[in-house]
């Protein structure tokens, strides 16, 4: 494991671990999935190192694995629906990460978050 990848793991995982948890209320299946996820970007990392943004390419391997194991547990009437943008409301008002926080798990910029966690209120407001 390289000293940057262990870094990033340190970094991550406590918030990538908080976010599992709201799809598996199991905190053993949450920290499972998790570890899942890391392993299948272990095993890309040179590429994600690469890529011009790995924290994006980090994130969306956890969302898929969140999905995939979301689904083969039988809840597939949840997860499936959820857009990117409903994961920033989960991360900021489920998980209480603050916008910064949110944009360094996501790869996003502080601003983008802002308009987006708006843009989320705006559509859930007249749906409710």
């Known amino acids: 494991m390289s000293v940057e990848f262990a870094a990033f793991c340190e970094l991550h995982e406590p918030r990538y671990r908080s976010y599992a948890r ?5 905190p053993g299946a949450a920290h499972r999935v998790v570890r899942l996820a890391l392993r299948a970007l272990a095993e890309v ?15 969306q391997i956890l969302r898929d694995t969140v999905t995939e194991q979301h689904a083969l ?15 920033l409301a ?7 990460l603050a916008t910064p926080e949110i944009a360094d798990v996501v790869g996003v910029d502080t601003a983008n ?3 987006q966690l708006r ?10």
């Not at 990392?45 to 994130?59: D, G, I, Q, R, Y």
């Not at 629906?81 to 994961?87: P, R, S, T």
């Open 45 to 59: 990392w040179p590429a994600v190192l690469e890529s011009p943004n790995p924290a994006a390419a980090a994130w």
């Open 113 to 115: 978050i802002t308009s």
């Open 22 to 26: 709201v799809w598996f209320q199991e």
């Open 90 to 96: 989960i991360l900021h008002y489920v998980v209480g």
């Open 73 to 87: 547990a039988g809840a597939e009437r949840l997860r499936p629906n959820v857009d990117a943008d409903e994961d």
């Open 119 to 128: 843009q989320t209120d705006r559509r859930r407001a007249t749906d409710w």
